[in-house]
């Protein structure tokens, strides 16, 4: 077995070295190798030196990167808190390599935002909908406020009585969830709402990806 698994990583960098252009400005292309390597263990990834990176450069690739992610993250903090969809992250990241720089799909962002995240400077990923959120403070969130922010996704905001119906949670718990996330940054509240209080996340309010808005301008948009 061994044996074979060393053949297929020498033919593996016989491929590499053949198509190593479109392993770089394809970001398919990409992924379906990072998928051969994932089959005997290899990560291109691992290290910034040896055979992978020099011979592909894919570690300078993710190390660009991932400052890219950083920059736009930052940019973004003092509206969302630190969190992001990784549907406007990756919009954003791709604006701003320009039109010219080789491709880069949600999957490499993915790749990237793991090695960020390794590096133990707050960065990780909270699956919501089908996709993630981004987050880049090093927040403690927990597996009740995961939930808080799944609820919130359709709509872009929550209330107390939705996520004590929903959850069937108690109002103590709720409350300390939500102003978990008031103290984070990570949400809005407005008091002005009809009915009751609504807190709403910025990172899921699709009108907000597009521009920096109050919660006074929030709460007009909302039909």
């Known amino acids: 077995m061994s044996k074979q698994l060393e053949t297929f990583k020498t033919h593996l960098e016989e491929f590499a ?22 089959t005997i263990g290899v990560d291109p990834l691992a290290s910034g030196k040896g055979f992978w990176s020099e011979m592909l450069g894919v570690g300078d690739f993710y190390y660009e990167l991932g400052v890219q992610i950083i920059e736009v993250c930052l940019a ?33 962002l993915i790749r990237a935002i793991k090695k960020l995240k390794a590096m133990g ?8 909908g089908g996709t993630y959120l981004v987050q880049s403070v090093p927040a403690e969130l927990n597996m009740d406020h995961t939930v808080v922010l799944q609820l919130a996704e359709k709509k872009g905001f929550v209330t ?4 004590k119906t929903s959850l069937k949670w108690e109002t103590e718990r709720t409350c300390h969830v939500l102003d978990d996330l008031l ?13 009751e209080p609504q807190y709403w996340l910025p990172a899921l309010f699709s009108e907000l990806c597009s521009r920096d808005v109050t919660p006074e301008e929030a709460s007009e948009m909302v039909p």
């Open 121 to 128: 400077n707050g960065f990780g990923m909270i699956p919501v």
């Open 76 to 108: 973004l903090k003092h509206r969302n808190g630190g969190l992001i969809t990784l549907e406007e992250l990756h919009q954003r990241v791709l604006k701003g390599r320009g039109k010219f720089a080789q491709d880069v799909s949600q999957d490499d």
């Open 160 to 163: 107390v009585s939705e996520i």
């Open 183 to 195: 103290k984070e940054g990570l949400a809005w509240l407005d008091g002005q709402a009809a009915g």
């Open 17 to 38: 070295s053949k198509h190593k252009q479109e392993i770089r400005k394809s970001a398919q292309f990409r992924v379906q190798f990072q998928d051969m390597c994932a």
